[in-house]
Structures are given as C-alpha cells and as structure tokens.
Nanobody, 121 residues
Framework: QVQLTESGGGLVQAGGSLRLSCAASGRSFGSYTLAWFRQTPGKEREFVGAISRIGGITDYADSVKGRFTVSRDNPKNMMYLQMNSLKPEDTAVYYC??????????????WGQGTQVTVSS
C-alpha cells in the first residue's frame, strides 16, 4: 500500500506556472508507475500525464503536451508536475495516482486527495 498527498495547487494567471508535488509514503515506491489526473465538476476524471517506475518513459495527454512535465525522485518518494503556460481550461482538481503500469484510464490502484488549481483569465 502507498499513500499519496498532493500539494502546490493555487490560483495563477493564464500564462503562469505552478509545480505540483505528490509525496508518497508506504512500501516499494519505486515499483509504481505514477500519474496525474484532473477533474472538474460534471466531467469525468481526465488523464494528464504519467511516468514509469525509473522515470525514463513519460506519457502526456495531447492537451498538455509541451506545457506540462512529469518527473519523479524515487529516493525522496516524490513525484512532480511542472505546469507552464497555464490556460483557464487547466482549472481542475489535480490528483496523483500510483499503479502497476502507465495507462490513460483512471484505473490506478492508489489516489491522493487532490489539490485545486485555478487559472484565471
């Protein structure tokens, strides 16, 4: 089991940047694929990006590709989402997730509680 806690959300102007962090506790952190999802009211949870166990392979939704970067630091049990060139449509609650492999569905094993990102015009 792994517990995940997101932080770093907030209010930013369009075009600005934020870095979200996901702190993990539990066993075998390095054995998990990690991912970020986001959700707005009335919509299904949406895949944002994922990173493989070692960190050498990443995958991103087309909507964020080139603007967002997922990284991880296994010795520190941390994952990050660097968000640049933010747009109002990026406004959502962002969740980190852990699972066995990179998938674009929300079928991950563990989830954080979410952190709010609001991008104003």
């Amino acid at each position: 089991q792994v517990q995940l806690t997101e932080s770093g959300g907030g209010l930013v102007q369009a075009g600005g940047s934020l870095r979200l962090s996901c702190a993990a506790s539990g066993r075998s952190f390095g054995s998990y694929t990690l991912a970020w999802f986001r959700q707005t009211p009335g919509k299904e949870r949406e895949f944002v990006g994922a990173i493989s166990r070692i960190g050498g392979i990443t995958d991103y939704a087309d909507s964020v590709k080139g603007r967002f970067t997922v990284s991880r630091d296994n010795p520190k049990n941390m994952m990050y989402l660097q968000m640049n060139s933010l747009k109002p449509e990026d406004t959502a609650v962002y969740y980190c997730a852990a699972g066995s492999r990179v998938v674009r569905s929300d079928n991950y094993d563990y989830w954080g509680q979410g952190t709010q990102v609001t991008v104003s015009s």
